[in-house]
């Protein structure tokens, strides 16, 4: 019978020696410090997250923007021209015109705002269509389940706003 080459030529540890050496203070001693080692330690983890936001490295994502399934929905939303994006420009023009008070005006922005509402959402509402479409197809049944909003949220961002940053040029459709 040959010997394993993975043998590890040591006793086993006692269990009351290793959970000695992972036990830690419920209570640190000196506070101050764990504070500014947790802080320390928090800000690392942000800045990381940060630079993953902005390069689009999936492995430092948020769990929310993790996965092939949500990189398929952030490059197909930021491939197209969303309609939604240019509300909010639209609604600094229309609050702009709102404050003058005189009823041919006050028809316009309100026309104005409940138009390009509208066309914002049917506009959405048509790419979310398409969108589960091409993800039936790519990935399967049922993977479009809670990427609605996702897609959508994401539509009605500007896109220079988006987070994280868009990876594509419009066109650019995900294969």
Do not use: C
Request: zero cysteines.
């Amino acid at each position: 019978m040959a010997v394993l080459q993975s043998a590890k030529n040591r006793p086993t540890p006692k269990r009351k020696d290793q959970e000695a050496a992972r036990r830690q203070p419920l209570v640190v001693a000196d506070r101050k410090q764990a504070k500014k080692l947790d802080r320390a330690k928090r800000n690392e983890q942000m800045h990381k997250t940060r630079q993953a936001m902005l390069t689009g490295d999936d492995s430092g994502l948020p769990a929310r923007d993790k996965g092939p399934v949500r990189r398929y929905v952030r490059d197909y939303v930021d491939a197209r021209l969303n309609l939604a994006e240019f509300m909010l420009p639209v609604m600094l023009v229309v609050l702009a015109l709102s404050f003058m008070r005189t009823s041919t005006i006050l028809l316009l922005v309100t026309t104005m705002t409940y138009s390009i509402l509208a066309v914002a959402i049917l506009d959405t509402f048509l790419m979310w269509r398409r969108l589960k479409r091409a993800l039936d197809e790519k990935f399967g049944p049922d993977t479009a389940k809670g990427n609605g909003m996702y897609a959508a949220m994401r539509a009605f961002q500007m896109r220079r706003t988006r987070m994280p940053r868009p990876l594509v040029v419009r066109g650019q459709y995900p294969v």
